[in-house]
């Protein structure tokens, strides 16, 4: 069995990544690692992360992206937990539970 220390990162799909880079960046306290096409040339990703790359998050954005609502009900993603201390006082918790 391999030796798994943790989760380096995490990708998902967004319906706006314009909002959705400084949300996860104020949010997570992340930088703009770097933005990257997707192979084929639809869409593309910007990975935030920690300088020294110990932790990503990748956002991601597809030209045949309906802009649906999340929902846990439907197959993929259910949701992704990141343990660390409580969120800065900068950052309410009501704008965590409103996204």
């Known amino acids: 069995m391999p030796d798994v220390s943790?989760?380096?990162?995490?990708?998902?799909t967004v319906t706006d990544i314009e909002r959705s880079v400084p949300w996860y960046s104020?949010?997570?306290g992340l930088?703009?690692?770097?933005?990257?096409?997707?192979?084929?040339?639809?869409?593309y990703a910007v990975v935030l992360g920690k300088p020294d790359w110990s932790m990503?998050?990748?956002l991601h954005t597809h030209p045949t992206n309906e802009r649906e609502r999340f929902s846990e009900s439907r197959t993929?993603?259910?949701?992704?937990?990141?343990?660390g201390p409580a969120p800065?006082?900068?950052?309410?918790?009501?704008?965590?539970?409103?996204?």
Do not use: N, Y
């Open 6 to 12: 943790g989760i380096h990162h995490v990708s998902v």
């Open 26 to 28: 104020d949010l997570l």
């Open 31 to 43: 930088t703009k690692l770097m933005e990257e096409q997707h192979p084929d040339g639809t869409g």
């Open 56 to 58: 990503c998050v990748g």
């Open 76 to 83: 993929g993603l259910d949701h992704i937990g990141f343990d």
């Open 88 to 99: 800065p006082s900068r950052v309410p918790t009501d704008r965590v539970a409103e996204w």
